[in-house]
């Protein structure tokens, strides 16, 4: 029987989007059970993103999770905390496809971030992908030494007034694959803290102009969609990711709609 890694797809898979005006949708999960994981991974998401940053996602969790999305024939997105880089490296040495870091708001960020995520001489990613190999049937290490590179992606995300000042920065450090965009913070960073609000319409122009700046760039534009329903004019702006949602808000969904069907008010 061929095995068929599911690593690459994630690349794949947003350069074809971006290129036809497409988008992905990722699941989002920061309940740590790898069970979850695998069961929105079978829902028609194109990937499933692991949350280590808001979420309860531990290092135990995505281990497992990951073979779970993996099993469903699906990639595997992880975020990880604030500055700590050092768990991009890990994640991918586990079989994530690829990593969103939170809070990257300068270009000096962007070249930590970027360089725990590439090999020489691109980063300085450490050598140690036994469990990414072994999801990679055939692939010999010095294969995986050129082609890991263009692999794994590395998304950082733009949610502060620092991180769009530096825009152009970040989109030109060569290890940098994509720009991520946080509407709930970045509705508080350009509100000066008075609202959360990834509805209004300075947080809708800021994502027209990340999007038109990451294409100058030739780099992927990917954000949290401010609603679900935002997702068809922002993949014409040319989003070629998107998250819809979360565990933990369509859990909750799920149980009132159940519960206001069986007529006990929420
Ligand atoms: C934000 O909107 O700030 C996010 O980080 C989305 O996950
Ligand atoms: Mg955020």
Redesign the pocket.
Known sequence: MTLHSTIPLLAQGMKSAAANGATLLTAWTGIPDPLLAGLLARESFDTVTLDMQHGAQDIASVTLGIGMVSAAGKPTIVRIPVGQFPIASRVLDLGASAVIA?MINSKADAEAFASFVKFPPMGDRSWGPAVTMSMLPGMTGPDYLKSGNGMHLSLA?I?TREALAALDDILAVPGIDAVFV?????SIALTRGAEVD?TRKDVADALAHVAARAKAHGKLATC?APRPEDVPHLAKAGYSLM?ISTDFMQLRAGARASLTAAGRAS
Not at 182 to 186: A, E, N, Q, T, V
């Open positions: 939170p995300m949610e946080g509407p709930s913070d970045l990834p949290f998250a």
